[in-house]
């Protein structure tokens, strides 16, 4: 989860009819001329951004990487309140049907778009994004076996000739950024200097074969690109460390916009907050007595602690986390928790060091456009080799046994894993390219209190304190985000009075936590959407009556992909106008 924020851009959306939903009628004939927006929308964003282009699929861009350059930018500005305008015309004349339902989409995407690039510029303050671009780019040629390796690497060498120039791209149009983006982005950049010397250099011998041409070209390209990344690590920390001293707060009128062009959410933040805080007071009171009833008397965060002492050692991490993948699953099948379409299980692997950006777990699946190569990836970050030993133990501790199966409820059964299985069902190419995080994350955040409610770990109070220490995980992301943003709070206060003193978190985690908020401001959607979809629930299951079952409401969730949740209920409920909370 970034869990995946920044693993995928995309974990798809959809909207189908549901039988039993209402009386059938006649859907209205799509319009063609939507249809050439639709196609010219994802061909100018997979122009402006190849790499998730391949991600999806569309092979056609796999010899091209991005061109972030100031001018590239001003371009991509114009282009996108083009399409705005263009939409804006088309909704105008009248759109029904799917098609009214994806233009709503794609106005909140287009949106979404310029408030990042025009009015946040968040390319002329974020490293993180340069530096963490050029791993993926060529990761997501080599680890998909889509192609012949020989062909693939043909692909990696021309994306590996454009990193110098994305470099370059980054010094010119960096201008103070905050501390905190510059910090993870040093760690960024020296992870993928050896990520291109060992890991991409190992493959392409093996890609290359006999072709000495090739490999020769090959070792030409990654030579410079890794001379550029270690060029770029040593510029960040020498030249850009020290006059980053920018800001990272984007304003209560910014959040309010993102929420809405995001997660089609509109509540007044006074109320956002409010909800968030009271979460976290209902969660922290009931981690305080279920602790009580694992160690009476012992304060709860040691009480937490002594669960944290059974963890995985640094070499057995990834195994353990493939450990819990099978009982999981099977307790999802026994007890008609959701309707698994696929016996495909994930790949559990390291997370790739240009990834490790504050995230400890993440879902990397392939696009819904791609046909052969359809590898998931269930990624663990490992401890780094220039932690201290004391760090090191510290971020051990998160995986230990209770929550590493809450971490794999989350991202595999029947978390995000499962909902990848469902995409190539979704009936738009819109739908299967975008999602909503409230929607998402809600529903993998939802999984974890879900599972436990209905009697995954025998009520084994261990196992319950883990669930509620990951619900306030994100109950104080919630408020985090919102006042690191609107109110002034910085990083080491939402670290330690947040998620080291109501969130129980370790020091050295706590801060990467609340680091994050600082680029990723709106990260409340995991206990929002889990909030809404408990209500949604709530409300279906009154709806049906004698006829609902849990297995049946998961599953028809799931069916509507990543669309927002306030768009759900009026699916699922289309006779119910009641608030998503």
Known sequence: MLDWLFMRKALWLSILLLAGCGTA?????????????????????????????????????????????????????????????????????????????????????????????????????????????????????????????????????????????LVEAMKANLSDPPKEFTDLAIRMAGGSVGFFRKTVADWAKMAAGNDTALRKEFEAANGAAAKAMEGAAAWLKKDLLPRSKGAYAIGAENFSKKLLYDEMIDLPLE?????GEANLRKDYQAFVETAAKIQPGKPPAEVMKSLSNEHPAEQDLIPAAKRTLEGIRQF????????????????????????????????????????????????????????????????????????????????????????FLYVKQFPTKTRKLTFCGSNVEGWAHYSEQMMIDEGYGGGDPKIRLAQLSEALLRDCRYIAGIKLHTQGMTVDEASQKLFVEKGFQEPANGYEEARRGAYNPTYLYYTFGKLAIFKLREDYKKAKGPAYSLEMFHSNFVRQGGVPIKMIRKILLPDDPGPIL
């Open 25 to 165: 009628r006649k859907e209205p004939e799509p319009s063609p001329a939507f249809a050439a927006f639709v196609e010219d929308y994802f061909n100018a964003a997979f122009a402006w951004s190849p790499s998730t282009g391949t991600a999806e699929g569309f092979h056609q861009y796999d010899t091209k990487i991005e061109d972030w350059s100031a001018a590239a930018h001003a371009r991509r500005i114009e282009e996108l309140k083009g399409l705005l305008a263009r939409l804006a015309n088309l909704r105008a004349g009248g759109l029904a049907g799917d098609d009214a339902v994806d233009a709503e989409i794609l106005d909140g995407q287009i949106r979404s778009d310029l408030l990042d690039l025009e009015t946040l510029g968040i390319w002329k303050k974020n490293p993180m994004f340069y530096v963490g671009l050029p791993g993926g780019a060529v990761d997501g040629l080599i680890k998909r076996d889509f192609a012949p390796a020989s062909e693939r690497l043909r692909s990696v060498v021309a994306r590996l000739k454009g990193i110098p120039a």
């Open 332 to 419: 999802v099948v026994d007890h008609r928790i959701v309707t698994i379409p696929s016996e495909v299980r994930p790949a559990v692997m390291e997370t790739p060091p240009y990834a490790r950006s504050g995230s400890f777990a993440s879902m990397d699946t392939p696009g819904p456009y791609e046909t052969k190569a359809t590898e998931a990836f269930y990624y663990i970050t490992p401890v780094e080799k220039d932690w201290d030993a004391k760090h090191k133990e510290q971020h051990l501790r998160l995986y230990n046994r209770p929550v590493m199966n809450l971490i794999t409820i989350h991202e595999a059964f029947p978390g995000h894993f499962v909902q």
């Open 271 to 275: 109320r956002m907050l409010a909800n």
